[in-house]
Nanobody, 127 residues
Framework: QVRLEQSGGGSVQAGGYLRLACEPPRPTPGRYCMGWFRQVPGKEREGVACVSKNGAARSTGIAQGRWLVSEPYTDMPGYLGMAKLRPDDTGMYYC?????????????????????WGQGTQVTVSA
């Protein structure tokens, strides 16, 4: 059973910063894509960013220019650092793991590619 443990999140004012963490199974698999998704009120789940074991990262318009994703290291989880937060970023954030491949173009548009999911963490941004 693969478990992803999420931590971080919480409440912050607009313009603030939060960092989400995702602990993968150890030792980390030889190849994987760690993805970050979110579900905000009134919208379907959407991809935010993803990173492969070799550090190659992709992001959507949600994250570009504001957020950075990093891969897990030996003693560190994977992170999603979110700067310049806005009230419309409020929602549940999930990390996920695709063990079948490195991140690819469709990783952030097709969440079915990910076999394992974290429990989710709430992010609330106030105006």
């Amino acid at each position: 059973q693969v478990r992803l443990e999420q931590s971080g999140g919480g409440s912050v004012q607009a313009g603030g910063y939060l960092r989400l963490a995702c602990e993968p199974p150890r030792p980390t698999p030889g190849r994987y894509c760690m993805g970050w998704f979110r579900q905000v009120p009134g919208k379907e789940r959407e991809g935010v960013a993803c990173v492969s074991k070799n550090g190659a990262a992709r992001s959507t318009g949600i994250a570009q220019g504001r957020w950075l994703v990093s891969e897990p290291y030996t003693d560190m989880p994977g992170y999603l650092g979110m700067a310049k937060l806005r009230p419309d970023d409020t929602g549940m954030y999930y990390c996920a793991l695709d063990l079948s491949d490195n991140c690819r173009a469709e990783s952030l548009t097709d969440s079915r590619l990910f076999q394992y999911w974290g429990q989710g963490t709430q992010v609330t941004v106030s105006a």
